[in-house]
Each structure stands twice: as C-alpha cells, then as structure tokens.
C-alpha cells in the first residue's frame, strides 16, 4: 500500500483515490481536483499510478468530509469515480457484498417473473422496494406470491439464461481471498441463485432467503424469517466478530435500500450503481468504473489482481 505519508500539526493522512473506465480520464482530473482541494487547505502528493485508470493520490488534511465534497464537487459530469479515507487500514479483512445489480447483472426476482409473463407488475415493486418507497419484507412476499404456480424449472432457466456476473466481480473476491479477507455474499434474493453465484465468484459463504417449493412449482411463499435490510446488517457484525475484526477492517458494497445498514455500518460502504438513497449514505460510489474499482480503493495494484 505504501509508505504512510508525513504529516502536517493536527492534520489527517488521506488516500484519495480517482478510478475510471476509461484511461486517461483520472489523470485528466487530477488537476480540477487537486485545485478544489487547495481550497479546503488538503495538500496533495504526487500521484501513484494503480492501473489503468486508476490513480492513488496521498492527502495531508484536517477535514475529511470537507476533502471528499471539494474532490466529488470537481468530478461533477467526468466519468471518474473517488474514494477518500484514512490512508491506514484502507485493506480490508472482510468484504460483505449484495448480489442482485450488484455482482451480478439482473434482478433474479424480476428475470424469474419474466417467465410467468409478470416482468412489468413485478419488477415496479422492485424499484420502489430498492428505492426504500416499500418496506423489504412485505415486498418480497407480495412479489414471491404472484409467482405461485410457476414450475420450479424456471429457477434454472433464469440462472441460465439471464444471470451474468458483473465485470471485475470475480478478479474482486479472487483477489480479496488471496489476501487473505474472508468474502461473503448476503443477499434479499434467494439460495438457489446465491449457492451458484458465490461458487462461480468464489465467495467463502452465502446467505439469502429460501423459496418454498410445493410438487414441482413454487408455493408462491418464502421462507421465514427474511432476509432484509437488518439481516443483512446482521450478517456483517457477526462475520466480523468471528474473524475478530472490527468494523474498520469491514468492506460492504451494494446498490438498494436493504444494503443501507450493512454499507453505514462498514469501515468502508460503497454504493455500486446505486439508487439515490444509497449513494447518499455511502462512503464511496461505483458509477462509472467495475467493481475492481473496490480493490483500487483498498490499494491494491493491478499487478495484483489474480486474474484466472
């Protein structure tokens, strides 16, 4: 990660990050930023290359949130995504991360309901539930009810045919578990995804709800207790106290409103092509770069990521 940087009387060491889906653009950047950085008396080093597109720039500041807003200010409308955090711990022992729109590509609820000619009805209670219009709970079963009937066959054929990992998802936990952090995948979906995507991503554990299954269709009902945002949340304190890891040592990712406790309460939560609601709260955003983005915020350098 580098040396840690000297420090100026009462200030804070910084690591501010700058990553990017297309080369060259972080660097273009780095000059509007480091001068709205001046402006909040942060002093900025030279930059260290990561990858490409990504760039790690040390920070000596007194005012981390006031660096974050001046740094988020001037990328306004560039295709540039930032981290800003305290330089030390930045590597984290445990990575937490939802799986719909996340690291995978689809709504496996809203695929599934494709198949019973029900997409639009049900994928409109999605939106609003991951927007945090509609409390989780009720939502998962209002939608898991409308599929009552439907042949358990679709579950494999959704998979199949619609459920794709997010680009870098894999090279991101590969990574992580080579260095040692534990990766779980916690999710308001359901274990017949989650089981086939933590193997393919190569996730240490998995934890989501169950669908309840009745002579070979589904029993339009979920299993209890649900999956939701504070089980999610959950999850994250109890991984964290089996590794004896504080929270600091804790990376969270997702993109709906049921993410939103597990991602506060991180050491570092990030909102990945996230609804409003999340991106607000959220330490970092993922809007324009993939999730390897997650490993430059951490540090890490490209000739790092395990890439098989």
């Known amino acids: 990660m580098g040396p840690a940087i000297s420090q100026m009387r009462g200030s804070m060491q910084l690591a501010l990050t700058l990553v990017s889906a297309e080369p060259g653009a972080a660097a273009d950047a780095l000059t509007l930023v480091g ?33 974050r807003q001046a740094a988020e200010a001037a990328l306004a409308g560039r295709p540039v995504d930032v981290c800003v955090q305290p330089w ?18 689809v709504e496996c609820l809203d695929e599934l309901a494709d198949f019973a000619g029900l997409k639009a009805q049900i994928s409109a209670i999605t939106e609003r539930a991951m927007r945090g219009e509609l409390d989780f709970e009720p939502a998962l079963r209002e939608r898991v009810a409308l599929l009552r009937g439907l042949s358990v066959g679709a579950l494999q054929r959704t998979y199949d045919e ?8 894999r090279m991101l936990v590969r990574t992580m578990a080579a260095g040692g952090a534990r990766c779980v995948l ?12 933590a193997e393919q991503a190569g996730f240490h554990a998995e934890r989501a709800n169950t669908l309840i299954e009745a002579d070979g269709a589904l029993a339009g009902r979920v299993g209890e207790p649900i999956l939701g945002r504070e089980a999610k949340l959950a999850a994250l304190l109890e991984e964290a106290a089996a590794l004896q890891a504080p929270l600091s040592e804790t990376l969270a990712v997702g993109d709906g409103a049921n993410d939103l406790g597990m991602i ?15 991106a607000a709260q959220a330490d970092a955003k993922v809007d324009h770069a993939d999730l390897t983005a997650l490993l430059y915020f951490q540090g890490y350098r490209q000739a790092e990521f395990v890439t098989d």
């Open 35 to 67: 001068q709205a950085l001046a402006g909040v008396r942060a002093r900025v080093k030279e930059p260290r290359p990561l990858g490409p597109g990504a760039l790690d720039v040390a920070v000596e500041a007194d005012d981390e949130p006031a660096v």
């Open 88 to 105: 030390n711990g930045r590597r984290k022992r445990l990575l937490v991360a939802d799986m719909d729109s996340t690291i995978i590509n």
């Open 162 to 169: 619609r459920v794709r990992l997010n680009p870098g998802a």
């Open 186 to 197: 916690v999710s308001g979906g359901f274990t017949f995804f989650t089981s086939r995507v």
């Open 264 to 278: 506060e309460a991180a050491g570092l939560g990030v909102a990945y092509r996230a609804k409003p609601i999340v």
